[in-house]
């Protein structure tokens, strides 16, 4: 029997399956029958009604939290999704499961078509999938599973089992997905990037031709009020999208058809910081089975190099997306403005491009892995592209949470750190003063609403991402105060999907996989802390996630 099972069925009992074990606190036992509602056999579902299948960051995050009820439980949960890779590399964004109905999710398998339209690119033949990815969180997900019990995972062969699926699913982003030419990752639908409808997609969007609204039914709409969802106008543009890719047979890069032609390619800074943090628990997954990690340590400093260069802005504090498909001049801002950093001023103008205006050199451009079986040689680099220069394509002056997400990186320069910390706690996000929670957009944005989806909500998995990065970079007390605002909402609002940034309130759906997870992980470290505290000789488990330090397992 595992934790979960036993903190809900049999709470006079208590089996560690992290050393030393946390606390049976009302929250712990809450969120651990938050995560057996939504377990599916071989997997967890975010949420019963609204999210009934597989997604692949959820999955996730919902592993890091997992590993402290039951390690088994969270390396199975990285096994199924992982199961349905695509042989070019690429994890779907969705597995579906076939025995919900088709109409109880929109897009559904009948309109991925992966078996079909995905044959050339690998899709699987037993499994139906979305042809989409999302942000890579999943070797960084891996290693910390791993060091729950790493006595389990050594006996399973864990990780000697995934580390070729997630060498190749590094590969397929680098190699394939390297659409500026310089290094970096490009997302090719907002619902890659995570954050489908933040106001940082509105001006690429706007040369999309939104797909008829009688074409389609949304089924989020059953289950979510219409104020907190994207608007149809929105998913019109997503279906219209994905489509066109899907029609295009999924491919991707130059002469590929789609990637390198597609209306939607941008460079976002969320999604390429997660690389760079799963590049380096790449790495420690390879010297864990024996192999040399330094080429990936070393490609993961390139990645940050080139992530400052083409994506940071001092005007604006923090990272900007950059729009590969913007007019040369004149940027691609939505016309909304956005503030300078002191907070004065609406629009920028040329000073929001000016940053990254040469090319990016070529030793920013890491190269695809090589691995097909187990760890081997250092990857050896592709052949990019003509590099394109950085101030030929337009930053988007828009403030999302994303810009703030490299803050998980320790490589990060020490004056950008402290532009980063500035601008969280400043104006924009309010931190620690107007915001309990980190709001996903701008709070003095024209498009900011607090209450629809990424257009200003408070996400848990943001706020987590961030309570990393201060902790990381030795803002112990914001971090302390962040960690112990995620706790207090996960818990009074019923582990929320997100929440109105200023007040708590709870929005979208309750019972949410992911917060119940992160929660499980925030109180795991409180509870280390407090004992590291209180006895000599424990070590601190979960502190220095993203930190090179960090090498070792908890036990054995």
């Known amino acids: ?83 349905a890779q695509w042989a070019d590399g690429r994890v ?38 979305s042809g989409i990815v999302q942000p890579p969180v999943h070797a960084l997900a891996a290693w910390l599973v791993h060091r729950a019990d790493p006595g389990l995972s050594r006996a399973r062969g864990f990780l000697a089992r995934i580390h070729p699926q997630l060498a190749a699913w590094h590969r397929y982003l680098l190699h394939r997905r390297d659409l500026g030419g310089a290094g970096l990752v490009s997302v090719v639908h907002p619902w890659e990037q995570g954050m489908d409808n933040s106001p940082c ?29 994207p608007t149809d106008l929105d998913y019109g543009r997503y279906v219209r999208l994905a489509a066109d890719y899907r029609d295009a047979g999924y491919r991707d890069g130059p002469g590929g058809g789609h990637g390198d032609g597609g209306e939607f390619a941008v460079e976002d800074p969320a999604f390429n910081a997660l690389l760079i943090a799963s590049e380096h628990a790449l790495a420690r997954i390879a010297e864990e089975l024996g192999a040399a990690g330094t080429a990936r340590h070393a490609r993961a400093e390139r990645l940050t190099a080139a992530l400052v260069e083409r994506l940071w802005d001092p005007a604006a504090g923090m990272f900007l997306s950059r729009d590969l498909r913007a007019p040369a001049r004149g940027g691609s801002g939505s016309g909304s403005g956005t503030r300078a950093a002191d907070g004065s001023g609406d629009d920028r103008g040329p000073a ?141 609002t019923g582990f929320a999907e997100y929440v109105d940034p200023r007040t708590g309130e709870a929005c979208g759906a309750t019972g949410f996989g992911w917060t119940a997870a992160l929660a499980l992980d925030l109180q795991h470290e409180l509870h280390q802390e407090l004992l590291k505290g209180a006895r000599e000789g424990v070590t601190e488990a979960a502190t220095g996630t993203f930190d090179k330090s960090d090498e070792g397992g908890d036990r054995g």
């Open 1 to 83: 029997m595992d934790r979960s099972t036993q903190l809900t069925a049999r709470p006079t009992e208590y089996e560690s399956a992290y050393d030393p074990p946390a606390p049976r606190t009302s929250l712990h036992t809450a969120a651990a029958r938050v995560l057996d509602a939504n377990w599916t056999g071989r997997s967890t579902v975010p949420s019963r009604s609204l999210y009934p299948h597989q997604w692949s960051w959820d999955s996730a995050f919902i592993a890091i939290g997992l590993r402290h009820l039951s390690p088994l439980r969270a390396q199975t949960e990285l096994e199924t999704l992982l199961a």
């Open 92 to 129: 779907p964004h969705i597995v579906f499961n076939p025995s919900v109905p088709l109409d109880a999710y929109f897009p559904s398998p009948d309109f991925w078509r992966s078996v079909t339209a995905g044959r050339t690119a690998g899709a699987p033949r037993t499994v139906q999938t």
């Open 201 to 229: 997609w509105d001006a690429p969007l706007a040369r999309i031709t939104p797909a008829p609204a009688r074409s389609f039914r949304r089924a989020d709409l059953d289950h979510g009020a219409p104020e907190d969802r």
């Open 352 to 492: 929001w491009q000016a940053r990254g205006s040469g090319p990016a050199p070529h030793t920013h451009s890491p190269g695809p892995a090589r691995q097909t079986t187990g760890p081997g040689p250092a990857d050896q680099p592709h052949s990019p592209g003509p590099v394109r220069e950085a101030g030929a394509f337009g930053l988007i002056r828009e403030r999302s949470v994303s810009g703030l997400v490299p803050l998980v990186l320790p490589g990060l320069p020490r004056e950008i750190v402290a532009a980063l910390v500035r601008t969280l706690c400043g104006p924009h996000f309010g931190l620690g003063d107007r915001t309990r929670l980190v709001p996903s957009y701008d709070l003095l944005g024209e498009a900011f609403d607090p209450h629809r989806y990424w257009r200003g909500p408070a996400w848990f998995n943001t706020s987590w991402l961030l309570e990393r990065g201060l902790r990381v970079h030795g803002e112990r007390e914001r971090a302390d105060a962040l960690r112990a605002a995620v706790l207090h909402l996960a818990d009074t």
